[in-house]
């Protein structure tokens, strides 16, 4: 049985690198998205080279789409004490997003195509 899962999230941590015991190289990272006023988190991992070309890209606090097949989740006792559960995926998807506070960068220099897109705000949940 196979599970997809996308989300719009921010990234919390910095990657994270390692090596399966077969010698494959992985990447893994902790993302929080929002929903009404509830925080969900995400681990999520990134097999192989195939996502080399964006790692550079993908530090603390930027915005991603994330898609990706869901594993096992994983029960925790947030910093409250109250039961919480961390979904893991195992990325097959993975888009860098504009922030909201990026339209200062917008300049009479640029086209105003790419302005309009740096103002897209991403606060709002989606609506599907």
Not at 26 to 52: A, I, P
Request: hydrophobic content about 35%.
């Amino acid at each position: 049985m196979l599970n997809k899962i996308s989300t719009i999230a921010f990234i919390k941590t910095e990657l994270e690198k390692k090596e399966s015991p077969n010698g494959k190289t992985l990447h893994k990272f902790l993302v929080s998205s929002k929903h009404k006023d509830q925080y969900m988190s995400y681990q999520v991992t990134l097999w192989g080279n195939r996502f080399d070309g964006v790692l550079e890209h993908l530090q603390k606090d930027k915005a991603i789409y994330v898609e990706g097949d869901l594993q096992i989740p994983t029960a925790y006792l947030n910093k409250e004490g109250k039961p919480s559960v961390m979904l893991s995926l195992y990325a097959t998807r993975i888009e860098l997003l504009p922030r909201g506070e990026k339209k200062q960068a917008c300049t009479a220099t640029q086209d105003s195509t790419a302005c309009k897109i740096q103002e897209l705000p991403i606060a709002e949940p989606l609506p599907f």
